[in-house]
């Protein structure tokens, strides 16, 4: 046997022999590797579509228009909306909030007069104070009681931490054809 194969020989022996000793820390090893390559290919995915709605809402928010109308109206050309009723948000709102036996705060109403938009939209912003469940309620009272209506923000928060109701400001309105009658 020449030097070059003795030296062989005893590499791979001495290799044998390491991963004899050390299997467990190296398969351990090798699955935190592939672990950690998998979860950073979900993050690049994940980020990327992050990427992509923000760039859809920035254009959206450009254009003057809200993702829920855009995705809504999206397949059909022109939108079929109501004739403008300035008591009909109104009696949605005194509706979901009378069925969730909410009190409304603060309620304003604005008409967003947009020249470059097909329609007006009719906003309403009031604060409710409840506890969560109820407010919850209320909301999906709103949503489910009527068509066309948008939910713009909610935002909640807590006086103080010994309370157990919530304060929340809202922002909802309605999308109309034109200002025909008030």
């Given at each position: 046997?020449?030097?070059?194969?003795?030296?062989?020989?005893?590499?791979?022996?001495?290799?044998r022999r390491?991963?004899?000793?050390?299997?467990?820390?190296?398969?351990?090893?090798?699955g935190a590797t592939l672990l950690f390559a998998a979860a950073l290919t979900y993050h690049m995915l994940s980020n990327s579509a992050l990427q992509a709605a923000r760039v859809e809402a920035a254009w959206l928010s450009r254009e003057g228009l809200s993702v829920a109308l855009a995705?809504?109206?999206?397949?059909?050309?022109?939108?079929?909306?109501?004739?403008?009723?300035?008591?009909?948000?109104?009696?949605?709102?005194?509706?979901?909030?009378s069925a969730a036996n909410v009190k409304l705060d603060e309620i304003t109403f604005v008409v967003d007069d947009?020249?470059?938009?097909?329609?007006?939209?009719?906003?309403?912003?009031?604060?409710?104070?409840?506890?969560?469940?109820?407010?919850?309620?209320?909301?999906?009272?709103i949503l489910a009681g009527s068509e066309g209506v948008v939910l713009d923000?909610?935002?909640?928060?807590?006086e103080d931490?010994?309370?157990?109701?919530?304060?929340?400001?809202?922002?909802?309105?309605?999308?109309?054809?034109e200002k025909n009658g008030g």
């Open positions: 046997m020449d030097a070059t194969q003795l030296f062989l020989a005893r590499s791979v022996f001495a290799i390491k991963l004899a000793i050390y299997r467990l820390p190296l398969l351990l090893m090798t995705r809504a109206g999206a397949g059909a050309r022109k939108p079929d909306l109501k004739a403008f009723r300035s008591s009909h948000l109104l009696a949605i709102l005194e509706q979901g909030a947009a020249p470059n938009l097909p329609y007006v939209r009719y906003r309403a912003t009031f604060q409710v104070v409840s506890r969560y469940p109820i407010i919850r309620k209320f909301i999906s009272e923000t909610v935002a909640c928060r807590r931490i010994t309370v157990a109701d919530v304060r929340c400001d809202i922002s909802a309105y309605v999308a109309y054809q």
